[in-house]
């Protein structure tokens, strides 16, 4: 399996700009996290979906933030519009329920809002 | 909800001293601990898990119900070593995922 994958690795876009970040989870994983990290925060969770139904999203910092899965295969997560301060690098993780399972880690997005 | 801490924000040790990563947790179940490690840039990977009791890269980790702690340990520090590092609980509790949090993390430094 070739792992996480996230696309694009790098995003630079212009403030006001429709952003769209994604994510393939490995397969088999029954839940996916969306995460940004910036210096000053640290590692934020955003949102996490399991079976491909959002379960929580009290990370997700505005309305101006969406993710979504529409099958096992492929999450998004959208901003509109972006804005300056949204620049980070964000993550996504997949992972399944059992003992001993951790997750597993995207390499990223790096987004700069310009 | 099994929650984590880690009380030092960054440890700076010489190359070959020991090094000790501290993490606590809050649960009052039987607790499953991970450690996670982030090199400059790169994502976050797993590291250790203490239900396999495994060593990687030299470092251990012991899970210890008494301290309820499960802090990393390497007898001798290597500059390759030099990253953040965290301590996480499983991303799952009862049936479901439950978030997976992390906290602050740990900024490993290995002077020469």
């Known amino acids: 399996d070739a792992g996480v994958i996230q696309s694009p690795r790098h995003e630079v876009t212009e403030m006001g700009q429709e952003v769209t970040l994604r994510c393939k989870p490995i397969s088999g994983h029954n839940s996916l996290f969306w995460y940004r990290q910036t210096m000053m925060r640290g590692l934020e969770l955003l949102i996490y979906f399991n079976n491909n139904v959002p379960i929580d999203d009290s990370g997700m910092p505005e309305d101006r933030f969406s993710a979504k899965m529409p099958n096992a295969s492929f999450s998004t997560l959208k901003i509109q519009p972006s804005e300056p301060r949204d620049s980070a690098v964000y993550f996504c993780?997949?992972?399944?329920?059992?003992?001993?399972?951790?997750?597993?880690f995207g390499q990223g997005t790096r987004l700069t809002v310009v | 909800a099994q929650r984590v801490t880690q009380p030092e924000k960054l440890l700076s040790v010489f190359k070959g001293a020991p090094v000790e990563l501290k993490c606590n947790y809050s649960?009052?179940?039987?607790?499953?601990l991970f450690w996670y490690v982030q090199y400059s840039r790169q994502r976050l990977q797993l590291l250790l898990r203490?239900?396999s009791r495994e060593s990687i890269k030299g470092f251990t980790a012991d899970l210890n119900k008494g301290e309820t702690s499960f802090h990393l340990k390497k007898p001798f520090a290597q500059e390759e070593d030099s990253a953040m590092y965290y301590c996480?609980?499983?991303?799952?509790?009862?049936?479901?995922?439950?978030?997976?949090?992390f906290g602050k993390g740990t900024h490993l430094i290995i002077q020469p």
């Open positions: 996480a609980p499983l991303p799952y509790s009862g049936g479901g995922a439950d978030g997976l949090t």
């Open positions: 993780a997949s992972s399944r329920a059992g003992q001993g399972f951790g997750a597993f």
């Open positions: 203490h239900i």
């Open positions: 649960y009052s179940g039987s607790p499953e």
